[in-house]
């Protein structure tokens, strides 16, 4: 098994990239390790595109953006 050097990260797959994969799993009948092997990305990446339900990338959930002051102002005038 080949393991990524240390400070090297994977990037999040595109839309574009799980239809790849799904269509190489599903209509040329490529195994996981054949197509990590030929598209550059990890396995577990490959392993996760095709179990999902659909190609369709997930919204990432994380910290709300803080508003910018012209959205506060425009608030408190609201509410006051």
């Known amino acids: ?28 009948y490529m195994p996981p390790k054949a197509i990590a092997k030929q598209t550059g990305y990890t396995l577990s990446q490959v392993r996760h595109a095709v179990r999902a339900n659909s190609a369709a990338v997930k919204p990432r959930s994380g910290r709300p953006r803080k508003p910018k002051k012209d959205e506060e102002k425009a608030e408190s005038n609201r509410e006051g």
Not at 16 to 28: G, H, N, Q, S, V
């Open 1 to 28: 098994m080949e393991f990524r050097p240390k400070g090297v990260h994977t990037k999040h797959l595109t839309e574009a990239d799980r239809i790849r994969i799904r269509t190489l799993y599903f209509d040329a």
